[in-house]
């Protein structure tokens, strides 16, 4: 009997180069003070110009390779959830299964945008559940830099690129991924978006004119729907999972703004400290934020078999998504 899915191992990357808030000072009409005090991040990463959301998410899928100490060919299926894809097609994904030498491996992208790497966590689950494949590699990754506005100070200061990923198989005697919940509101399409570049409105110079090819987001409105949505889905996905906030080691949240993270904690009634946060040095890298944040966490030694985990993240769509797992 197929049991659920759990994650073997781990793996991020992060380009080397550090853009901080001073740099920006210098940039756009802001502050570090403004930059720290209402979002809390410090700095973020920001990929080379040749460098690409597949080479970023390739390099993080060789470390959780290597650590899972797996054959690339043994690999029966890569998702990767990115909303900054090197093509519109072919996927992302396709790109990183030649880069990695996962030859034998069905590959497809997941457009969800910083709720992609648990829509993907999700649907490998499905697919290893159901006894239909045995390893799944998942990646989160974006370069976010390059849907940035760097002339717009209400978003370019928030987000930063990165790529983390993780192998997924059963595993015997590990519950693994125990719960989840899955969430979307279309009606609020335009709040957090790319207005031009898809067939609605195609890359135009009047398009670009109106720098319609980069993010815009309602700031305010995307943080008030954050904070309700991850509420309550995870407390949906707790209940689902028969646990309770105090049962967990960790709770893994979007990494979108530090206020946003308290404001949860405070629903639901968790000290900060059970939170794992790293907006601070990386800002908000979309999709990437959770396998990279659950890489570190494990890299420092701070999971053990049988932790309980949640995972919650929140994103344009608007979607959202919880996952409750057993390490
Ligand atoms: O990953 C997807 C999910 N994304 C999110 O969850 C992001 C959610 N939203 C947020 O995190 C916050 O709304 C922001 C960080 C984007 C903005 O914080 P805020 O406290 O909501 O600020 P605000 O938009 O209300 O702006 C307050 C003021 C405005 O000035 P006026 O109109 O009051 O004079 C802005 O023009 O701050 C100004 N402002 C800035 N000032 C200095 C906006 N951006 C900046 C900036 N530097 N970078």
New binding site residues.
Partial sequence: MSSHSSIISTGAYLPERILTNED?EKM????NE??LS??GIRERRIADKDEFTSDMGARAAEQAIQSADIDPKTIDLIIVATCTPDNVFPSTACYIQHKIGATRAAAFDIQA??SGFLYALVTADQFISGGVYRTILIIGTEKLSSIVNWQD??????FGDGAGAVILQSRPGVRGLLAYDLGADGAQTEI?SIPAGGCRLPITPEALDQQLQYLQ?S??E??KC?VTAMNRSAETCLEKAGCKPEHLRWIIP?Q??F??VDAVAQRLNVSMEHFVINLDRYG?T?AACMPICLHETAMAGKLDRGDLLLMVA???GLTWASVVLEW
């Fill in positions: 920006l756009v009409d802001t502050s403004w930059i209402r979002t945008a910083c100070r209400n978003t370019c200061v928030l957090l987001m700031g305010k995307v943080f954050a979007h979108a703004n206020r946003i908000n979309s929140f994103g344009g």
